[in-house]
């Protein structure tokens, strides 16, 4: 395959994650190496690692997506808008529009069978989630309207969500009716809020 520029920036990334997603769901994350996904996106192994310095990161490439995603929930609310609102409205917003965030795309079953299948992918998915925890608490703690708790929020926000959307992904890769798995997919969440609401927040205000 002819070799693309290795300056390509953001299309050389979307090449690279491409082409690697594509090899990981076919043959399965572990038995597909660095240097193979190179040569089918036509770059270097030096460039790959350049854009995703480890390997689960070229399968769990949305990491950055969910970070910005829970910073603009803080960050561009509307005045008065409780946080827990804000978050309520965009994890609902990802399933409206089937977001690939979301759990309940299309493609989500090959994608969590292929993480399910990798007790790499798995321990990468954890880490990821422990770092998305990190970056609420510091946006909570610089935010002058939130006075509850920032570390108890974002803990259980980020546990519950995670609970949330492994049970999806069971019953998806278990092959359940996916009108009826999204159907309780969002009513979970609902619940989510709703043990959330006064717990964490401002003590006594109910968002």
Request: proline letters at 4%.
């Amino acid at each position: 395959m002819p070799r693309t520029s290795e300056r390509g920036g953001p299309q050389t990334r979307a090449r690279i994650a491409e082409v690697a997603g594509g090899l990981f769901l076919e043959r399965g994350f572990e038995n597909v190496t660095v240097a193979e996904i190179a040569r089918e996106a036509g770059v270097s192994s030096v460039t790959v690692f350049k854009h995703f310095p480890r390997k689960e990161d070229l399968f769990l490439d949305r990491a950055d997506d969910a970070a910005e995603l829970l910073r603009s929930s803080v960050r561009d609310r509307a005045a008065g808008v409780h946080v827990l609102t804000s978050l309520r409205e965009a994890m609902c917003g990802l399933v409206e529009v089937r977001h690939p965030l979301s759990g309940v795309e299309d493609r989500s079953v090959p994608f969590f069978r292929t993480v399910a299948g990798s007790p790499a992918l798995i321990a990468r998915a954890r880490e990821i989630a422990s770092e998305l925890q990190g970056v609420l608490v510091e946006e909570l703690d610089r935010d002058p309207a939130f006075e509850g708790d920032a570390t108890l929020l974002a803990a259980f926000f980020i546990a519950g969500y995670t609970t949330v959307l492994v049970e999806t992904a069971r019953r998806l890769i278990a092959e359940d009716a996916r009108d009826g798995v999204v159907a309780d997919h969002s009513a979970r969440l609902e619940r989510l809020f709703d043990a959330l609401r006064g717990g964490v927040g401002k003590p006594g205000a109910r968002p």
